[in-house]
């Protein structure tokens, strides 16, 4: 069992920036892939980055080319914390942000443990 809650959201303008983290707990964090999904109002949870951290890709990123070249997803193993740095914001990213921990994928289903979510706002 891994325990994940997501930190930093908030209110931004467009252009700013913002820097999520996720801090997990319980089981042994290093051996999971570390993801972010956002999720709007009436919409579908969509993947945004990950990091993996076991077998031969272990250290890739993966973006969503909404996102590539503006988020940048890190972890720290002995912090037991994924970060998502977000910059150049558009007023579309507001989203409800959500980290995810599990075997890894570019979909939802591929996650097993997921945190509350952190909401981010981004003004126009």
């Known amino acids: 069992q891994v325990q994940l809650v997501e930190s930093g959201g908030g209110l931004v303008q467009a252009g700013g920036s913002l820097k999520l983290s996720c801090a997990a707990s319980?089981?042994?964090?290093?051996?999971?892939?570390m993801g972010w999904f956002r999720q709007g109002v009436g919409k579908e949870r969509e993947f945004v980055a990950a990091?993996?951290?076991?077998?031969?890709?272990?250290?890739?990123?993966y973006y969503a080319d909404s996102v590539k070249g503006r988020f940048t997803i890190s972890r720290d193993n002995a912090k037991n914390t994924a970060y998502l740095q977000m910059n150049s914001l558009k007023p579309e990213d507001t989203r409800v942000y959500y980290c995810?921990?599990?075997?890894?994928?570019?979909?939802?289903?591929?996650?097993?443990?997921w945190g509350q979510g952190t909401q981010v706002t981004v003004s126009s």
């Open positions: 990091i993996s951290w076991s077998g031969p890709n272990i250290g890739h990123t």
């Open positions: 995810a921990a599990g075997p890894g994928g570019l979909t939802a289903v591929e996650y097993d443990y």
């Open positions: 319980g089981d042994t964090f290093s051996s999971y892939t």
